[in-house]
């Protein structure tokens, strides 16, 4: 679904992401971890069309990607951004907000399309003409993520889509996610700095720092302890005595 | 259900119950600021005015040689003036003149400042650059020059003095919306619709300008006062409308002779500028309070 | 109970409720929160709208307006929190308050150093002490360059090295206890980490008493001996850090499952079922 080789990006002489290369299965969720400045987001950008600037070559849904993308592939990749009050608008409903990708689109029966999109991410058909200041954290996620589907892509790309989220809510979220990668055979790109959540929800991850990805893992190594590169690592605390001592303490309870 | 409860709910049923429960809550806000009640109060009166005003008073030019400069009585209840004209009847009358003025500038102002500015903010670069020195260049000039300036060149009147005032009132709300636009050019919703494949005037029109056009209807009741009082001023200076044409500017200018033994011949439209001036801006403020984003 | 309350109590808290008044009649952020402290490190973990924030900043006496804050007792050390211009004689001085967000924490035109330096006057010091004072207070918040970190100005240095300054700067004034609310959130993980250390080890130091306040349940559990959990402005439960394992209360055991786990593979995380029921019950003894 996804190949990218030796992309580089550079904003004014500094180099944000060097010589990235990683493919993406079809179906397959595949997850960017590392902290801030990373670099992971931008390869995300890259991935979506919104970042213009950068070399390399990016294969989507088998088509070689030039920069600037035409309409039609807002039909074919989508994004969930991390932010909920950032990411909706706030002079719009929610209908307003699901309509309009439809409209650009040139869609048919829009009405049904918003319906039906909020009900394929579990929001009642009451929020439909509220505005996001009515909404909470969860229930806006929701709608960027009904938002993304309505367009019926095959990619979901999900930057930090639940870090801003209660834990609680986080799992409604990821839970809803997971639903829909499944009933729609979605392939997933996951951007996060929190690495349970991405062995959660991922099979494979790169984990990235200062720009380049320093290692590959399954899910599955993750777990078992297999990260071999100390900035993954250091991700999952063990560098630290303190961490050991916090994960056993959390291990008690199952 | 009541008219209370289908505002206030909190899951409205349609798009025109949502923009309608919107326009409510707005509205209580308002409501809750005396000041700016008394500028809404007087707004509506001058629209009442202008609407109703005429057909209640005698005519605007009717001239009395006999009967001129006479003080406020129950006749006359603002005095005549010099050509014995009823101040109360041209007052009334003159609310016409400066609606109509004020409403050709906002329609003029508002529209070609928004466009500028979210063009120029949203595009910056290059746009961006020849937009902004252009709205500098018009900034640059003092607005009652320029439009002295303007209305000499064009000939004196009504519409020359609101396309003056209009050329030189848009940089201001250029300048507004370019600074709005760059505020919200890099948000997520954004890049929402960017990817949704919207294009770039699309994005202005449906994106952009919900959010600037608070803040340029703000700015544009609270230059209100201003309009009013340059074209007041133009009139003053014999640049606006023109005789007998009863513009409260150029009354005031004709009392000016007789000012010290005849007061009210300049004092009563001066009066009217003043409130309708006031109310503009006690409205502006509490519309600043109600719509302004980050208040909420 | 626990022994850590021992003879006088650091800080007590009984009945705490702050209302804000809104169109739909008042709404309550804390409804009868009670607590007692010692110099121990307490943690509130809650999530958002659970009331963790209102309840440091009622002590603070930093409720915005329009909020109202009532308690049956809220004591400092002997002091009455509710008298009139008590809180404010004892802020900044026994009473400090670390906030999320150093980049907002801090005043972006003034140096980190002349920020400490006002923190260190206002606790009586003055010329070369507080100089002195606030340099050694960067130190040991863990700033190899101390100098360097005084002359900056917020925007140039990093989040972390904000927030160390910011502890550093939140301990000058040398406080009987001081409330951390969400101190490393902004934070890379790694950073995290590092920032607790830094700020566990002065408090344990010191001998103070620490309010952690937080929505991340391993973080409050590896640096608090205490921990007390919020449900819609009331305790609803208090645990020890090792014994999470036990919870009791629904509300605690959602929270704890809801978290993906790396030590085993699920296809759905546990979802929590919020009980109306758990809005009225008493709190825990």
């Not at chain 3, 670390?98 to 150093?113: C, F, K, S, W």
Request: hydrophobic share 50%.
């Amino acid at each position: 679904m996804i190949a990218v080789e030796a992309l580089r990006v550079t904003f004014g002489g500094v180099t944000a992401v060097d010589d990235v290369s990683f493919t993406v299965a079809r179906g397959e969720a595949f997850g960017l971890v590392g902290e801030s400045g990373s670099g992971k987001s931008t390869v995300l950008r890259v991935l979506s069309g919104l970042l213009r600037s950068w070399s390399g070559r990016v294969t989507i849904d088998g088509e070689v990607q030039r920069p600037v993308r035409p309409r039609s592939f807002a039909r074919v990749a989508q994004m969930v951004f991390q932010d909920p009050y950032g990411s909706l608008h706030p002079r719009h409903t929610v209908d307003a907000t699901l309509a309009e990708p439809a409209l650009v689109q040139g869609l048919d029966r829009i009405d049904q399309r918003v319906a039906q999109a909020l009900a394929d991410v579990g929001l009642d058909g009451a929020v439909r003409f509220r505005y996001p200041h009515q909404l909470s954290g969860g229930q806006r996620q929701r709608v960027a993520i009904a938002r993304a589907l309505i367009l019926e892509p095959s990619l979901l790309l999900l930057d930090e889509p639940t870090s801003a989220l209660d834990v609680s809510v986080q799992a409604e979220v990821l839970n809803l996610l997971a639903g829909l990668r499944q009933s729609r055979g979605l392939t997933m790109v996951l951007v996060s700095h929190n690495l349970a959540v991405v062995a959660h929800m991922c099979e494979r991850l790169a984990v990235m720092r200062d720009g380049a990805i320093v290692e590959h893992l399954s899910a599955a190594d993750l777990r078992a302890g297999r990260a071999a590169h100390p900035c993954t690592r250091a991700l999952l605390g063990v560098g630290t005595g303190d961490g050991a001592h916090r994960r056993h303490g959390l291990r008690e309870h199952t | 259900m009541s008219l209370h409860a289908y505002l206030t709910s909190t899951s409205p049923a349609s798009r025109r119950q949502a923009r309608l429960g919107a326009l409510y809550r707005a509205w209580r806000v308002l409501r809750r600021n005396p000041l700016a009640m008394v500028g809404l109060i007087v707004v509506a009166a001058l629209v009442l005015i202008a609407a109703i005003g005429p057909a209640l008073v005698g005519s605007p030019t009717a001239q009395d040689l006999v009967g001129r400069l006479r003080p406020p009585s129950p006749d006359h209840w603002l005095g005549t003036d010099t050509l014995g004209r009823d101040i109360l009847a041209r007052v009334v009358h003159g609310t016409r003149i400066t609606l109509l003025t004020v409403a050709l500038v906002a329609v003029v102002v508002a529209p070609v400042g928004l466009a500028v500015g979210t063009v120029a903010g949203y595009f910056g670069g290059v746009v961006d650059g020849v937009l902004s020195r252009l709205t500098d260049v018009f900034l640059a000039f003092p607005r009652l020059i320029l439009a002295l300036a303007l209305v000499a060149a064009l000939g004196p009147g009504i519409e020359n003095a609101v396309l003056a005032i209009a050329l030189t009132a848009w940089p201001a709300y250029a300048r507004v919306a370019r600074a709005e636009t760059l505020a919200i050019r890099d948000s997520d919703f954004i890049a929402a619709a960017r990817l949704a494949g919207a294009s770039a005037p699309r994005i202005l029109w449906r994106q952009v300008m919900p959010l600037c056009l608070s803040s340029v209807i703000v700015r544009l009741s609270l230059d209100m006062a201003g309009i009013i009082l340059t074209a007041a001023g133009l009139g003053f200076l014999g640049l606006g409308a023109q005789p007998p044409a009863p513009e409260w500017g150029a009354m005031v200018a004709a009392g000016r002779r007789v000012l010290l033994d005849q007061w009210w011949v300049a004092t009563m439209p001066g009066i009217a500028i003043f409130v309708v001036s006031l109310g503009f801006n006690l409205l502006g403020d509490g519309l600043r309070d109600v719509l302004d984003p980050k208040a909420r | 109970m626990s022994p850590l309350l021992a003879p006088s109590p650091l800080l007590v808290i009984d009945d705490l409720r702050v209302t804000f008044p809104t169109d739909a009649g008042p709404v309550e952020a804390v409804r009868g929160l009670s607590l007692t402290m010692g110099r121990e490190r307490l943690g509130i973990v809650g999530e958002s709208g659970s009331g963790k924030s209102m309840t440091g900043r009622a002590v603070m006496g930093l409720v915005p307006v329009p909020g109202r804050v009532t308690a049956r007792r809220l004591v400092f050390d002997g002091i009455d929190l509710t008298a009139p211009g008590s809180v404010a004689r004892l802020r900044g001085r026994r009473m400090t308050m670390v906030m999320q967000d150093p980049r907002y924490a801090l005043n972006p035109v003034m140096t980190i150093g002349s920020q400490i330096l006002e923190a260190c006057h206002i606790a009586g010091l003055s010329g070369r002490a507080a100089r002195e004072r606030a340099l050694a207070m960067l130190t040991a918040a863990g700033l190899g360059e101390p100098e360097r970190v005084f002359a900056a100005y917020p925007h140039q240095v990093s989040g972390g090295m904000g927030q160390r300054a910011m502890i550093a700067m939140m301990l000058a004034p040398g406080p009987d206890l001081l409330i951390a609310d969400e101190p490393t959130s902004a934070l890379d993980a790694t950073v995290q980490r590092q920032v607790m250390a830094v700020l566990d080890g002065l408090v344990r130091e010191r001998g103070m008493g620490l309010i952690l306040i937080s929505h991340d349940l391993d973080l409050v559990a590896e640096f608090c001996d205490r921990v007390l959990i919020l449900y819609a402005g009331r305790v609803v439960e208090e645990c020890r850090p090792g014994e999470l394992a036990r919870a009791r209360h629904p509300y605690t055991r959602g929270l704890l499952a809801a978290r993906p786990r790396l030590d085993r593979t699920q296809a759905l995380l546990p979802v929590l079922r919020r009980d109306p029921a758990w809005l009225h019950e008493e709190s825990p003894p």
